[in-house]
């Protein structure tokens, strides 16, 4: 493509091999565009709410996902369009700062592309209609604000925190035990959580998961869980007031750097080395009990002479325990990772108070859990389940379900779910449109109707009668100007969610509507695609 001027000085584009290249310009290409956007948007909206549907997704090597969750559900989709893929960006930036809300802000954004598509019917310019959402969703965003609600919570009250996090669980497929893995979740954050600056590390949780068992097994341990089992089968299973030695070091002769090649002609000479060996591991393996180690884990393998060994030496060993999983215990135990056997000392070692091997099921699927450490910031959440499916499925809402709470930590207000504050919003947005005079009017009124999105797919998703249920609702919440009021998804009898307990996280909320107005003002703004051909 290449820019020219005609002789008025205008400028006017060369394409190159103009026949091979399909273009859309003006009307046809914001048409276009929303059409993509609104596609993307109908595939997830039926998976919305409590009685949302999963969907399940086949990748090309024929591994099968079954999920709920958006971003995973458009992560794993393959999307050709360049305006689809703006929308699974859109779930991945939502997913990445708050966690929680893939699905909605998808469904949103593509309520607002619908809204625009008809008032770009009506001859509005898309630059007045991406104004008037702009102007739209910073009212929205206030009126959240104010009807927001602030709770306290502490150490002995976590109640707020859980019910929050049941209400991001009960939308996915292990609703029927969310009370307990909410308990979970909340309780893992707090065990890593640093309240006086508000803050958690994430990173300091491991989501462990087995399958075996069924879901109400699923347990919460102060401690790390390696998925290894004791180097030789002899050694002991329990180990009470463990000091461990962490190695990055193997148990091995020393290699020359050179090529080298020994040559053995006689018994004596082939005595001789392995004797020399035999010395090598005999060394290594009495600066472990030297320094007064009484389990050593070692990134690297040791060969089967070391292993004798370290069981005669009543030293028990775990081997080829991964980089990630030796940082953890590192920090949980309170140790050091010590990359050479010279640098072994005693205050490098990690305490725990318990480390035992416990085995699974009627296989030989043994698992490493080292509990009561010196440092217990670093807890594991260990999940049972009848499949892997529902294993990784459990994984994914638990990660939701963790970000709730963190988000809780750093901020905690909430506003109430159920669609509640998205009619409230709209109600507000209806309001304010009277005062702006111009054409994005229009637009303000049109984001106030788009935002009826969410909790209309909430009630068609619980098989209620949308347009019945919403009116019904938006007109209680006008009448008794209380915006508690959502969609009975339940079907408890009662619209109102404070008393069905049902929290969203207030950040989690204005986030949505921010990143959805973004991404549709984009897609409005674009009237010119030029696509390659097809061959």
Known sequence: ???????????????????????????DAQKANISAGKAVARILRTSLGPKGMDKMLQSPDGDVTITNDGATILDQMDVDNQIAKLMVELSRSQDYEIGDGTTGVVVMAGALLEKAERLLERGIHPIRIAEGYEMASRIAVEHLERVANKF?????????????????LSSKIVNRCKRSLAEIAVKAVLAVADLARKDVNLDLIKVEGKVGGK????????????????????????????????????????????????????????????????KYFDDMVQKCKDVGATLVICQWG???????????????????????????????????????????????????????????????????????????????????????????????????????????????????????????????????????????????????DALEAIPMALAENSGLQPIETL??????????????????????????????NVFETLIGKQQQLLLATQVVKMILKIDDVISPSEY
Request: include cysteine; aromatic fraction near 6%.
């Open 152 to 168: 306290e919570f502490d150490e002995s009250n976590l109640e707020p925190l859980i019910q929050t996090c049941m209400t991001t």
């Open 471 to 500: 009116s019904a609702v938006k007109s209680q919440q006008i009448k008794d100007n209380n915006p508690h009021f959502g969609i009975d998804c339940n079907d408890v009898g009662t619209n109102d969610m404070r008393e069905q």
């Open 302 to 448: 040791f060969d089967d002479e070391a292993n004798h060994l370290l069981m005669h030496r009543n030293l028990p060993a775990v081997r080829w325990v991964g980089g990630v999983e030796l940082e953890l215990i590192a920090i949980a135990t309170g140790g050091r990772i010590v990359p050479r056997f010279q640098e072994l000392s005693p205050e490098k070692l990690g305490k725990a108070g318990m480390v035992r091997e416990k085995s699974f099921g009627t296989t030989k699927d043994r698992m490493l859990y080292i509990e009561h450490c010196a440092n217990s910031r670093a807890v594991t959440i260990f999940i049972r389940g009848g499949n892997k499916m529902i294993i990784e499925e459990t994984k994914r809402s638990l990660h939701d379900a963790l970000c709730v709470a963190r988000n809780l930590i750093r901020n905690n207000s909430i506003v109430y779910g159920g669609g509640s504050a998205e009619i409230s919003c709209s109600i507000a947005v209806e309001a304010a449109a009277d005062r702006y005079p111009g054409v994005e009017q229009y637009a303000i009124r049109a984001f106030g």
């Open 215 to 278: 879901l109400e097994d699923t347990e919460l341990i102060y401690g790390i869980v390696v998925d290894k089992d004791m180097s030789h089968p002899q050694m002991p299973k329990q180990i009470e007031d463990a000091k461990i030695a962490i190695l990055t070091c193997p148990f091995e002769p020393p290699k020359p750097k050179t090529k080298h090649k020994v040559d053995i002609d006689t018994v004596e000479k082939f005595q001789t080395l392995r004797l020399q060996e035999q």
């Open 1 to 27: 493509m290449a820019l020219a001027f005609d002789e008025f000085g205008r400028p006017f584009i060369i394409l190159k091999e103009q026949e091979q290249k399909s273009r859309l310009r003006g009307l």
